[in-house]
């Protein structure tokens, strides 16, 4: 599996994202500045955590202005796989590539702590290495996880089966107390309707590793690659 990840001034989840498509696949992906429209062709696009342009204008706004987002959404429209994480996923919000919007914390506070998501639709290229239903448990790390969408989309969204992950307690009920940023019905993680771009908050990058604290996020990563093999 050929992958390439975008790299804006202010990403700080590269490397990461980066160790757990090389530890997955065995090759090392390709790293695209954010100025650049012309690279090769791949199997998978990410769009990674950090703070692109420092979020000075709003999470992912300007990030999604890059040059080399040119290209990502082209391709995404040519059905190329695009993962986007924590700024990623705002950054796709941003680009129109998947609905909603990513607001400020509902505690206005930065969260940085282990959470646990259901799997909400296996059958995609992502989640492939999951069950539906299953309970894992991966980190998040961010300051506007908040995910909201009118009350149309959200259940356009539910009918269409595009939420991939929620946030659940250990048991899997999606309730508030479970619920780290306030995202309207505990939605971590959307897919677009063909759900070949998926957007989440958590960082399952950040779970592949037993020194990390788990491995729960590393079967996203293994399902990808068996399923564009």
């Not at 307690?169 to 479970?178: I, R």
Request: charged letters at 20%; one cysteine or more; hydrophobic letters at 40%.
């Amino acid at each position: 599996m050929k992958s390439a990840i975008i790299v804006f001034p202010g990403s700080n989840r590269e490397r990461d994202m980066a160790v757990a498509l090389r530890r997955a696949s065995g090759h090392d992906p390709l790293h695209i500045w954010h100025k650049d429209t012309e690279w090769p062709e791949v199997d998978l696009i990410v769009v990674p955590g950090g703070f692109s342009y420092g979020d000075y204008l709003r999470a992912g706004a300007m990030g999604a202005l890059s040059p080399a987002m040119r290209t990502v959404k082209q391709r995404a429209d040519r059905g190329v796989p695009v993962l986007g994480v924590c700024n990623g996923f705002q950054i796709l919000t941003e680009t129109g590539l998947l609905p909603g919007a990513l607001m400020r914390n509902a505690g206005l506070k930065f969260i940085c702590k282990q959470v646990h998501l259901k799997v909400e639709a296996a059958q995609s290229v992502f989640t492939s290495g999951y069950d539906d239903g299953q309970v894992i448990a991966v980190p998040v790390a961010h300051n506007d996880g908040n995910y909201f969408a009118d009350e149309d989309t959200l259940n356009r969204l539910e009918d269409r089966g595009q939420v991939a992950f929620r946030y659940v307690d250990e048991g899997g009920g999606a309730n508030e107390a479970a619920n780290p940023n306030g995202s309207r019905r505990n939605i971590a993680g959307i897919f677009n309707q063909t759900k070949t771009v998926l957007g989440l908050m958590p960082h399952p990058e950040d779970a592949v590793d037993p020194r990390h604290g788990g491995t729960e996020g590393a079967a996203l990563f293994d399902g990808l690659v068996r399923a564009l093999a």
